[in-house]
């Protein structure tokens, strides 16, 4: 089984910045869209920002619009998705996820990353 490994994660204050980033083996990462997702304690798991196979981004959750950047890089195997979450607040305090979009085409999650933003 393929595994997505998210790495980047950590202690922010309020306002600063943070990239994720996330290494994703196997072609069938590369053929598809893929999306970040976050998962705050007693929350489901939602879709934060996604980008198509070609390098387009083409969702940003309203509570993250104009502050995160989703980029991947696929020119080589493995993928790389990156996010770059500027101006945190200590609501985007979360496990990060990275996966395909949609996520039902891979049940085979990473172990996460984990954000946490103070005030």
């Known amino acids: 089984q393929v595994q997505l490994v998210e790495s980047g994660g950590g202690l922010a204050q309020a306002g600063e910045s943070l990239t994720l980033s996330c290494v994703a083996p196997?072609?069938?990462?590369?053929?598809?869209?893929m999306g970040w997702y976050r998962q705050a304690p007693g929350n489901q798991r939602e879709l934060v920002a996604r980008?198509?196979?070609?390098?387009?981004?083409?969702?940003?959750a309203d509570s993250v619009k104009g502050r995160f950047i989703i980029s991947r890089d696929n020119a080589k195997i493995p993928v790389n998705v990156n996010l770059l979450m500027r101006n945190l607040k200590p609501e985007d305090t979360a496990v990060y996820y990275c996966?395909?979009?949609?996520?039902?085409?891979?049940?085979?999650w990473g172990q996460g990353t984990q954000v946490t933003v103070s005030s």
């Open positions: 196997g072609t069938i990462f590369r053929n598809n869209f």
């Open positions: 980008i198509s196979n070609d390098g387009v981004p083409t969702y940003y």
């Open positions: 996966n395909i979009w949609p996520s039902y085409l891979n049940n085979n």
